[in-house]
């Protein structure tokens, strides 16, 4: 036997570890000892700590189940919940006076090694101090009669520093370093007598996201919250209340430059509330039918410019690993352009939010909003929510089809354009709407579009990065440089190849599109037995932590 086999027999003891959380007035390591007898339960001394943590103002990055912790001139990556300088997946040194005992940091963005560890989406992200922790340790070991250690033991008293009565909590991690099901059940039922409350690891976010006061999820991307028999009219109206709000949420960062993110995310609420007005309209009241569209298209034209530069400067490094070093002083000068176009781009947008015709306007816009949201609803407008977004979405998805069996082979950008938008507005309206219809063919259906989404949103990249390309070649700057004739021809060799491989995956996910599981699902959505029942085990706002 070799010794590769020999070992793939031995069973290696696993360590599994259980969450539970104490209740306010529970004192979990006296009653504990007392739960766990004839056991014995010993622990050691308190350490205590504090630190900064680091975050995007909406949350991001703890919703990601993440957390980035500032603590002696350095920050550190860790899972969310999980602050110990021992589990950290990353580091990254921080300006001297950062860090916890000194002044509030100034925003970061990651690098190096942190960087690599976080999504994509999340690496470009700047990060900012968004709460001061103070944690209270104390390691224990839990024994059984003949003294031999079945669990190690681990209390955490974890509180925001201004000592909030809301934002304090107690943790118990219990780790079983041996897989031995009759140690499992007595420490569960100890625990439980205890008056501990076991709670997922999954939680962890939630409870770090409660502890530094963050955003609620469902105020950083609203979702509609009546259920399926609810009028349509009032409805759609308090979500488009909703959605401005979050859509403003943005204005900040946008305003004070922190990362391109905060522009993407105030484009994808603004996309997502002129879907919910131009697909619903029929419910709407009269007066809010086309003057609302009218606003937010303009919005979304006077962001477009900006929007487009952030996608093409963001891909500066791909760019650069095409060609060779001799080359690379021709591209320096062309995102320099870029650079300098960019900024007058973004000095005219943040011009825009900061007039007091803006702010009258979207304060106007929302304040109509809630007052239709509170109007009895009459006509089409007292239809079921339910029933109406079904309806919309079984006819979207038949365009939706009939326009991907009508595409040619040699499609042009426009076309893919088309269908692209077509598939947004489909996957906003589902996923909008989707506590009103059936869970499991509303996440079904959301996931496919999601894939197609993103690879047609990569091929209207790349065909935006390609026209400003283009344009800088022609720029006079650039003819001044003489920009060689190899340069262009390596720039298209790439993007040729890059697209022709965008444009296999679209029609792949275009053939999977045209199924009849996703037609199964877009007929399921209004089932309505189904999203009853869904909207009754989400009835409850979720266990508190």
């Not at 477009?304 to 400067?313: G, M, S, T």
């Not at 400003?468 to 003489?482: F, G, R, Y």
Request: with cysteine; net charge positive.
């Amino acid at each position: 036997m070799s010794a590769r086999e020999a070992t793939r027999k031995v069973r290696r003891a696993s360590r599994r570890e259980v969450l539970w959380v104490c209740p306010d007035g529970v004192e979990a390591d006296a009653a504990l000892a007392v739960a766990a007898l004839p056991s014995r339960v010993a622990w050691g001394v308190w350490r205590r700590e504090i630190f900064d943590v680091l975050d995007t103002g909406d949350g991001d990055l703890t919703r990601a189940g993440l957390a980035v912790v500032a603590e002696d001139g350095q920050m550190r990556l860790c899972r969310a919940g999980r602050w110990q300088a021992r589990g950290a997946l990353a580091r990254q040194d921080l300006a001297p006076g950062g860090g916890a005992g000194g002044p509030a940091a100034a925003p970061v963005r990651p690098t190096g090694a942190l960087a690599a560890r976080l999504p994509r989406r999340l690496a470009s992200r700047t990060l900012e101090v968004v709460g001061r922790l103070r944690r209270q340790v104390r390691a224990g070991t839990w024994r059984d009669e003949a003294g031999r250690v079945v669990a190690r033991l681990r209390l955490e008293a974890v509180s925001a520093a201004d000592d909030g009565p809301s934002r304090r909590v107690t943790l118990l991690r219990v780790t079983l370093p041996v897989a031995d099901r009759a140690v499992g059940r007595a420490i569960v039922q100890a625990c439980r007598q205890a008056g501990l409350q076991r709670r997922s690891v999954l939680a962890l976010a939630g409870l770090q996201a409660r502890l530094l006061g963050l955003p609620d999820p469902a105020v950083v991307r609203p979702r509609c919250t009546a259920p399926a028999e609810a009028p349509a009219g009032p409805a759609a109206m308090a979500l488009a209340a909703a959605l401005l709000d979050a859509m403003r949420r943005y204005e900040d960062g946008i305003r004070r430059d922190l990362d391109p993110e905060c522009l993407h995310l105030y484009r994808v609420q603004l996309r997502r509330l002129r879907t919910l007005l131009s697909l619903l309209r029929r419910v709407l009241p009269p007066t809010l039918q086309d003057g609302p569209r009218e606003v937010l298209r303009a919005l979304a034209k006077r962001s477009n410019p900006l929007r487009d530069l952030d996608v093409l400067l963001q891909d500066e490094a791909a760019c650069r690993r095409q060609l060779p070093e001799d080359l690379q002083p021709c591209l320096d000068k062309a995102f320099a352009l870029m650079r300098r176009r960019r900024n007058l781009e973004r000095g005219r947008l943040v011009g825009l939010l900061r007039s007091p015709r803006y702010a009258a306007a979207l304060d106007d816009l929302r304040q109509a909003f809630l007052t239709a949201a509170a109007t009895p609803a009459e006509g089409a407008a007292a239809a079921p929510i339910g029933h109406v977004v079904h309806r919309r979405v079984e006819k979207l998805f038949r365009r939706l089809v009939r326009r991907a069996e009508r595409l040619p082979r040699g499609t042009s950008d426009a076309d893919f354009h088309r269908l692209r938008v077509q598939c947004k507005r489909l996957r906003y309206l589902v996923d909008l709407f989707r506590p009103a219809l059936a869970a499991a063919p509303a996440a079904g259906l959301t996931a496919v579009l999601k894939d197609l989404q993103a690879v047609l949103g990569s091929l209207n990249d790349q065909a935006v990065q390609r026209r400003h390309l283009q344009e800088l070649i022609q720029q006079p700057v650039a003819a001044a440089a003489s920009w060689p004739a190899a340069v262009e021809a390596a720039l298209a060799r790439r993007l040729d190849r890059r697209r022709r491989l965008l444009a296999r995956r679209a029609r792949q996910r275009l053939r999977a599109l045209r199924g009849r599981s996703v037609a199964r699902l877009v007929r399921r959505l209004g089932d309505r037995e189904a999203a009853a029942a869904d909207a009754v085990a989400r009835a409850p706002a979720g266990r508190p932590v």
